[in-house]
């Protein structure tokens, strides 16, 4: 089962910008930390991107390899989680995932199927 639906992927050259979205179930939003992933063929996926909670008061952590070019928000009101992806390069090509983890009431964790971001000239 993938819960959460991944959109916004797709091609962009270098230097380009995407807005990747997160649509999560009402049963998740709110009881869970969201977060990004990201995967290459034959690598691990990777971490990129946590926000604790979805209302802003504790600020998105992001990994050293995309801290100041990617930003995470929330949309409360649509349940929707973001990544802004800004100067896009090549090494940020990979599947991007939405994922849902440290849930209350034992649920979860929850993966998306994910969504396909190519960077190239």
């Known amino acids: 089962q993938f819960p959460l639906l991944e959109s916004g992927g797709g091609s962009v050259q270098p230097g380009g910008s995407l807005r990747l979205s997160c649509d999560v179930p009402g049963t998740i939003w709110s009881i869970c930390t969201m977060a990004w992933y990201r995967q290459v063929p034959e690598a691990e996926r990777e971490w990129i991107a946590t926000?604790?909670?979805?209302?802003?008061?504790?600020?998105?952590e992001y990994a050293a390899s995309v801290k100041g070019r990617f930003a995470m928000s929330a949309d409360n009101a649509k349940r929707m989680v973001y990544l802004q992806m800004n100067d896009l390069q090549p090494e940020d090509t990979a599947v991007y995932y939405c994922?849902?983890?440290?849930?209350?009431?034992?649920?979860?964790?929850?993966w998306g199927q994910g969504t396909q971001v190519t960077v190239s000239a």
């Open positions: 926000m604790p909670e979805t209302l802003g008061e504790i600020p998105p």
């Open positions: 994922h849902a983890a440290n849930c209350r009431y034992g649920m979860g964790p929850y």
